[in-house]
């Protein structure tokens, strides 16, 4: 008898002292499993006299009872605690303050450009385009600047080395202006038009803060029967004017390019000081920001387009430029640094 209340009490602090479910389960292996403790004394039970063995018997199966219950219940608790603990290490704490996304942004050059193309729309202008990699031809030839014209000296070019394209005006290089686009774009359609040409161009020439070897040329050109400078200084100043949100003067000094004639200089006034005077247009109230004038008869002539026929006017500035004073830019070569902190501005 004293055996199995010993057994009962060793066995059930056992049960009560696992502290986890695989410890229990070794507790249940050494008590009742088939070479537990009390399975041994089960097997034993043959040996035993006949008279005891039946008192034994029952003893035995009660106790097997108890322990299986007392297991039963343990497991339960012992499962309900690891839950309990699972859960709280995965407790989310909904009313915490959200990572935050970072965004991205447009490209400065990329919203002005975009507010350009808006504005010049609103006028009938539409968008044309032309490649980056352009012939000589385009870039030169067609805008009444040929091979040995000192006006070359103009545009420090980027030519492209590789196969010797033999064909007259056919070698290759970066496009040093969006001028080109004119002649391409003449070469196709048939007047009246207006077009504008936004484009990336390069130049072979040290950077500085305002200087750059690419940056962002728009090209502009209106032809019809009677299209003049009067329409060109006015479509600047609506243009001006819309970009900046205030009323803008335009002023057009006699200049030299040999894709117009006559050709001017624009000027605006100072968006600093509105005409006044100020260290940024040095006291002027002016500040230069393109180059224009009416369409030279031999770029109509090398388009196929009769001078005769027609005329218009062009201009050319940087986008770039335009951009720098808009938001107050000091230095075009942080539009390229890709510099977040610049950047995310916009
Ligand atoms: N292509 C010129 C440049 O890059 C800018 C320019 C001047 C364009 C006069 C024009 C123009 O269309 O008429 O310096």
Redesign the pocket.
């Known amino acids: 008898m004293s055996n199995f209340d010993e057994l009962k009490r060793e066995a059930l602090l056992a049960i009560q002292g696992a502290e986890s479910v695989v410890r229990l389960r070794d507790v249940e292996v050494k008590y009742l499993g088939r070479s537990g403790r009390l399975t041994e004394v089960l097997r034993g039970l043959k040996d035993v006299p006949e008279n005891e063995r039946k008192e034994k018997g029952k003893e035995a199966n009660a106790l097997r009872e108890v322990l299986e219950r007392e297991i039963a219940k343990c497991q339960s608790q012992l499962q309900d605690a690891d839950h309990e603990r699972k859960l709280a290490a995965e407790k989310i704490d909904i009313t915490r303050p959200g990572k935050k996304h970072h965004k991205g942004s447009l490209h400065p050059l990329t919203v002005i450009r975009r507010d350009i193309e808006q504005i010049f729309g609103t006028m009938g202008f539409t968008v044309a385009e032309g490649p980056e990699v352009e012939t000589e031809f385009y870039n030169f030839d067609a805008l009444n600047i040929p091979a040995d014209h000192p006006a070359r000296d103009?545009?420090d070019t980027f030519w492209i080395k590789g196969k010797k394209l033999k064909t007259e005006g056919k070698k290759l290089l970066l496009r040093?202006?969006?001028?080109p686009v004119?002649v391409r774009y003449m070469q196709t359609h048939t007047p009246p038009f207006r077009i504008i040409a936004p484009g990336r161009v390069f130049r072979y020439e040290a950077t500085d803060a305002s200087h750059e070897i690419q940056f962002y040329?728009l090209?502009g050109l209106m032809v019809g029967r009677d299209i003049s400078l009067a329409h060109f200084k006015q479509v600047m100043q609506t243009f001006l004017g819309t970009l900046f949100g205030k009323d803008m003067n335009v002023r057009l000094r006699p200049s030299y390019?040999p894709?117009?004639e006559p050709?001017a200089e624009v000027d605006m006034s100072c968006v600093q000081c509105g005409g006044r005077g100020c260290s940024v247009c040095k006291q002027t109230g002016w500040v230069e920001i393109a180059?224009?004038?009416m369409v030279h008869p031999h770029v109509f002539a090398s388009a196929g387009l009769n001078p005769k026929d027609w005329q218009g006017f062009?201009?050319?500035f940087g986008i770039d430029r335009v951009a720098m004073m808009k938001y107050k830019i000091p230095d075009i070569r942080m539009f390229y640094q890709n510099d977040v902190r610049f950047l995310k501005q916009f």
């Open positions: 103009m545009w040093t202006h969006t001028s004119q040329q090209e390019f894709f117009v050709g180059g224009a004038g062009a201009f050319g």
